[in-house]
């Protein structure tokens, strides 16, 4: 009987000493899986903090790409600012010479004017727009009229029918615009009690008052085909304008 009950007694504490052993290693898993989440959370909060790290500096970089931006386009701002106050300058400069220069020219112009030197070309004239002779100076019959009339100037027939009316002398435009027969008409004072008429044109591009130089545009002629009209005056006696031209 004693023996059955130590033997009873012997399972027991067999069975008491695997709990023990199995709590012992239930008690080493749950430490190391602790010690499992202790290490998976500080490698968490690594991670984010190396996240925001990396994140702070991504900022700081595109921070300073931005601010290198604004800097570049500030000086951009600064050089096409400069650039125009060049380009102003050189235009101010450029249109004072212009300026200055056609001043000069006026002053040349006007000069000529009270020497008489348009007297002094005579013959050496070029003419006023490029084209054929079609009327010339003088009494002609008018086979519509059927009369003997006097012709004051001469008829050209322009080459082009764009073809530019120029100044044959330097010289104060007297009138610019509309007169019965002679349609667009300018009237240039070459000094001296000198001028030239240039009428039947398609277009005036001078104004009553201007100064205008040898050469310059006075108009362009009739795009309809009438011919050009031209007269030189001489203390308003109409002169040959051929005998003033240079062929």
């Known amino acids: 009987m004693l023996s059955k009950m130590v033997l009873v007694g012997n399972k027991r504490l067999e069975r008491l000493m695997t709990d023990l052993l199995d709590a012992d290693a239930l008690d080493e898993q749950i430490v190391e899986e ?3 989440i202790a290490y998976f959370f500080q490698d968490l909060q690594e991670r984010k903090s190396l996240l925001e790290f990396h994140k702070k500096l991504q900022n700081e970089v595109l921070r300073k790409k931005f601010q290198k931006q604004v800097t570049q386009l500030e000086k951009y701002s600064k050089l096409k600012s400069s650039e125009r106050k060049v380009k102003k300058l050189i235009h101010d400069f450029n249109s004072k010479i212009e300026s200055e220069k056609i001043e000069s020219s006026h002053q040349e112009v006007t000069q000529a004017m ?6 002094q070309l005579k013959g050496r004239l070029f003419f006023p727009v490029k084209g054929k002779v079609i009327t010339q100076f ?4 008018d086979s519509q009229l059927k009369l003997n009339v006097f012709k004051k100037g001469i008829e050209i027939a322009p080459v082009d029918s764009k073809a530019k009316v120029k100044a044959v002398f330097g010289g104060k435009i007297v009138f610019s615009g509309n ?7 300018a009237i240039v004072d070459h000094g001296a009690n000198y ?6 044109m398609g277009e005036l591009l001078i104004k009553e008052g201007e100064i ?25 006696v109409a002169v040959n304008p051929l005998k003033w031209l240079e062929f």
Do not use: C, I, M, W
């Open 34 to 36: 602790r010690e499992q």
């Open 114 to 119: 009270l020497d008489g030197s348009f007297v």
């Open 138 to 141: 003088g009494k002609k019959f």
């Open 179 to 185: 007169l019965p027969h002679y349609g667009r008409v």
């Open 195 to 200: 001028y030239t008429l240039s009428a039947h």
């Open 212 to 236: 205008v130089l040898p050469g310059q545009e006075l108009g362009l002629v009739n795009k309809n085909g009438t011919p050009f009209y031209f007269e030189v005056r001489s203390k308003n």
